[in-house]
């Protein structure tokens, strides 16, 4: 049986060839299939953020072994931060939204 997860990695790295190609390797050679890969870098920054939704087999690759293949490749990036979710598994996240609407005066 196969269960959709969620990869997240947000990385504050400089911008690499060859990200999502590891990604894809890592996730790949455990018999898991990307459905989807986005990777958002900001002009003129040397960061990149990348977000991988994947299907995979959770008994040939278990949640301890995934985290610990993610671990290794944010450390081998860099990565600031590296998040792996399951969301038929994990428990929901709660969202917290800080808005301002600030109004602009301009006197002509």
Do not use: H
């Amino acid at each position: 049986q196969k269960f959709a997860g969620l990869l997240l990695l947000v990385a504050d790295f400089e911008d690499q060839v060859g990200i999502v190609a590891k990604i894809s390797e890592c996730i790949a050679s455990r018999g898991g299939n990307i459905l989807v890969a986005d990777i958002f870098v900001p002009q003129n920054k040397n960061v990149s953020y990348s977000r991988s939704e994947f299907v995979f087999g959770p008994i040939k690759w278990q949640r301890k072994q995934m985290n610990s293949d993610f671990f290794d490749l944010s450390k081998m990036f860099t990565a600031v931060k590296s998040l792996v979710r399951v969301p038929s598994v994990d428990p929901k996240y709660n969202i917290d939204v800080l808005a301002s609407k600030q109004l602009i005066e301009v006197q002509l």
